[in-house]
T-cell receptor
Framework: AQKITQTQPGMFVQEKEAVTLDCTYD???????LFWYKQPSSGEMIFLIY??????QNATEGRYSLNFQKARKSANLVISASQLGDSAMYFC??????????FGTGTSLTVIP | EAGVAQSPRYKIIEKRQSVAFWCNPI?????LYWYQQILGQGPKLLIQ????????DSQLPKDRFSAERLKGVDSTLKIQPAKLEDSAVYLC??????????????FGPGTRLTVL
């Protein structure tokens, strides 16, 4: 069965510091995709970054990078130089071979000025 | 480019009543998803359409929930009759194959349902 686990319900980070949000996954599919989404208090889901299971290099998008460790089945999100606007819920998600998406329970990030 | 549209944004009903939500995906997106997001949880996939065919509805409570996507564009999700535990935000998303297996989903603003 496909499963996404986010073990950090809440995280705090000082402004301008880096923070890592953890995500582990479970799948028997050989081909899959891993995504991170941001959900501010306004409720919309914003796509941040994608990592394919066959990608050898870690994905990066601006201040976001994905630390992909395939053997450990982990796909941690690293946010560098945190900003106040980064305060939000962050969801890790996986696309399985059938293009279904599975989401984790989320991590609430608070950036402290 | 217009985003995913959903209506209504908010709905309050009493238990055992019926309710319907509407979603218009981004033009050209073949895949459409309906998610249920209960407060404090991650989105749970209810149903996934590829054009107007159902790809996955394994988590849709079919005794009370139904969904359709006529002509492979707009979609409606219906709950009949509603229960208290159906109170949630219902998110619609659409996606386009970006190649190399990348399926970025674009989400609508959601419909917040409160069942009293």
């Amino acid at each position: 069965a496909q499963k996404i686990t986010q073990t950090q319900p809440g995280m705090f980070v000082q402004e301008k510091e880096a923070v890592t949000l953890d995500c582990t996954y479970d799948t028997s599919d050989q081909s899959y995709g891993l995504f991170w989404y941001k959900q501010p208090s306004s409720g919309e889901m914003i796509f941040l970054i994608y990592q394919g299971s066959y990608d050898e290099q870690n994905a990066t998008e601006g201040r976001y990078s994905l630390n992909f460790q395939k053997a450990r089945k982990s796909a941690n999100l690293v946010i560098s130089a945190s900003q106040l606007g980064d305060s939000a819920m962050y969801f890790c998600a996986m696309r399985g071979a059938g293009n279904q998406f599975y989401f984790g329970t989320g991590t609430s990030l608070t950036v402290i000025p | 480019e217009a985003g995913v549209a959903q209506s209504p944004r908010y709905k309050i009903i009493e238990k055992r009543q019926s309710v319907a939500f509407w979603c218009n995906p981004i033009s050209g997106h073949a895949t459409l998803y309906w998610y249920q997001q209960i407060l404090g949880q991650g989105p749970k996939l209810l149903i996934q359409f590829q054009n107007n065919g159902v790809v996955d509805d394994s988590q849709l409570p079919k005794d009370r929930f139904s969904a359709e996507r006529l002509k492979g564009v707009d979609s409606t999700l219906k709950i009949q009759p509603a229960k208290l535990e159906d109170s949630a935000v219902y998110l619609c998303a659409s996606s386009l194959d970006l190649g190399q297996g990348i399926y970025e989903q674009f989400f609508g603003p959601g419909t917040r349902l409160t069942v009293l």
